[in-house]
């Protein structure tokens, strides 16, 4: 189980979604803000899947205290 209340590493959060993907590539939802910003960048759900799965993680979490 993953404590979704602390920062993940990015080591860890890119192990995860990869772990995530493979095992379960249509576990993620999305909402109209999600398509609207894809048809805005002229997207597919490909495109995006194609980053989580091959993209890099460059900064740790930041949350707004």
Request: proline share 2%.
């Amino acid at each position: 189980m993953v404590d979704l209340e602390s920062r993940l590493g990015r080591e860890y959060a890119r192990k995860l979604l990869s772990e995530l993907l493979n095992k379960a590539p249509n576990c993620f939802s999305y909402g109209m803000h999600f398509k609207d910003r894809m048809t805005e960048r002229q997207m597919t759900i490909g495109d995006v899947l194609n980053v989580l799965h091959t993209g890099k993680i460059l900064r740790d979490a930041e949350f707004e205290e």
